[in-house]
C-alpha cells in the first residue's frame, strides 16, 4: 500500500493546523455600564485541534462567542478518560460559567463530573448525556447521511462505494445507518465497503491520518470510485489517498472542500460551530436551559456544504436537490436508526 511521502505530508499538515491555546479578549462594555466578561472552558475530543472538522468546528463556535460577546475561554485536549476526568474536574474548580465537552468519549465522563459540582453548568455536544446542571446537545445526522449516501451513489460508475469510519462506535453506526439508506435509495445493488480505523468503543481511531491513507487506498484499489468518511483528522489520509488514486471522496464535519477541491466533493456538516455558539449565546443571555436538545436538516443543523460544480454534473446536481426536496416534504423517509 502506497506511503510515499507520507511522513513529511503529515508532519507538515499537524504542525501547521494543531493550535493549542486560551482565548482572552476584553468585553464589550457600554460607558458607565461594566459587563461581565464570560468564561467557557472546552473539553475537545479525540483528534484534536488540526483535524479540520469535529474539533475545529467547536473552536469556530467559540470564536464566533469571543467576537460576538467577548468571553474569555480554555481549550483542553483529549487525554484519555481517566485524565480527562480530572481536566474536566480542573476546569468546574477554575469557576467557569459554562464547560462544554465535544463528542461521545466524554458522555460518561461528563456525567460523572457534573454531579461532582452540582452548582457548575455544563454542556455536552454530539451526545447525550443527563444530569441536572447539563445541556446535551445531539444532532439528527440521518438526512444528511442520506444525501451524502444518495450523492455517493450517483457519482459512481463502478456501483461499488466505500465507506471509513473513525471507529466502530454508536455515533458511526447511526452515520452509516443514514448514509446505506441513501445510497440503496439511489443504486439499490451497489457494492458497498465497510471500514473502521479502530474497533469497538475505541476513538483513536479518530486520531489517525497514515492509517486513514492505508485503509482508504486499500477502499480504492477494490474498486470504490467514491468513499464517504466520517473518521475526524483520519479523513485526512483519506483525502489524500483520493488524490494519489485520483477517485473522489466526500468528508464530515466542517466544508473541507478547500483542502483538495480536486477530490473533495463536499462535506456533510455536522455544525458543532452553531451547537456550541448557541449555547453560549443562551448563557450570555440567561436563558440557558438543562435538558436534551436535537439539531437537524430542518433547523439548519446538518446538511451538505456546497457541491463542487467541477466534480459533480450537473444532471447529478438537479438529482439531489430533488432528493433533498422529497425529505423535505416527507415524501422520503429515512429509517430511524434502531436502539440496541
Known amino acids: 500500500m502506497r506511503q510515499t511521502g507520507t511522513v513529511g505530508f503529515f508532519t507538515t499538515l499537524i504542525g501547521l493546523f494543531t493550535v493549542i491555546g486560551v482565548g482572552v479578549l476584553a468585553g464589550h462594555t457600554t460607558p458607565g455600564e461594566p459587563q461581565p ?19 475545529d468546528d467547536a473552536y469556530d463556535g467559540l470564536q464566533q462567542a469571543q467576537q460576538a460577546y467577548g468571553i474569555r475561554f ?9 485524565a480527562q476526568v480530572t481536566n474536566l474536574r480542573d476546569l468546574a474548580q477554575e469557576h467557569h460559567d459554562l464547560v462544554i465537552a465535544v463528542g461521545q468519549e466524554h458522555a460518561a ?5 457534573a454531579l461532582e459540582y452540582p452548582h457548575q453548568r455544563f454542556a455536552i ?13 445531539t444532532f439528527r445526522e440521518l438526512e444528511g447521511d442520506f444525501l451524502a449516501g444518495a450523492l455517493a451513489a450517483l457519482l459512481s460508475s463502478s456501483d461499488v462505494i466505500g465507506f471509513l469510519g473513525g471507529a466502530d462506535i454508536p455515533v458511526i453506526r447511526r452515520i452509516r445507518f443514514g448514509w446505506t439508506q441513501g445510497v440503496r435509495y439511489v443504486k439499490r445493488d451497489a457494492q458497498i465497503l465497510v471500514y473502521y480505523a479502530s474497533g469497538q468503543d475505541d476513538f483513536s481511531g479518530f486520531n489517525k491520518p497514515e492509517l486513514g491513507l492505508e485503509l482508504a487506498t486499500e477502499i480504492y ?32 464535519g466542517s466544508d473541507q472542500r478547500w483542502i483538495a477541491p480536486d477530490v473533495v466533493v463536499t462535506s456533510r456538516m455536522k455544525r458543532i460551530d452553531t451547537a456550541v455558539f448557541t449555547l453560549i449565546t443562551e448563557l450570555q443571555a440567561g436563558t440557558l436551559q438543562p435538558g436534551m436538545r436535537v439539531l437537524d436538516l430542518q433547523s439548519g443543523g446538518v446538511g451538505l456544504a456546497p457541491l463542487s460544480k467541477e466534480l459533480v454534473p450537473l444532471e447529478v ?18 429509517q430511524e436508526y434502531p436502539r440496541p
Not at 466578561?37 to 474539533?55: I, Q
Not at 465522563?109 to 463530573?113: A, K, M, Y
Not at 455536544?125 to 446537545?137: F, G, K, R
Request: proline content about 2%; glycine content about 10%.
Open 221 to 252: 484499489e477494490s474498486g470504490a470510485d467514491v468513499v464517504y468518511t466520517p473518521a475526524g483528522r483520519t479523513a485526512l489520509g483519506a483525502i489524500m489517498a483520493a488524490q494519489q488514486q485520483q477517485r473522489l471522496v466526500i468528508t464530515t
Open 74 to 82: 480554555r481549550i483542553i485536549e483529549w487525554q484519555g478518560d481517566q
Open 317 to 334: 446536481q438537479i438529482r439531489l436537490e430533488a432528493i433533498a426536496e422529497d425529505l423535505d416534504r416527507g415524501t422520503i423517509v429515512v
Open 109 to 113: 465522563i461528563i456525567e460523572q463530573v
Open 125 to 137: 455536544v454530539d451526545a447525550q448525556a443527563e444530569c441536572p446542571n447539563l445541556t446535551s446537545v
Open 37 to 55: 466578561v464570560l468564561s467557557v472552558g472546552l473539553a475537545l475530543g479525540t483528534g484534536g485541534l488540526g483535524d479540520r472538522a469535529f474539533n
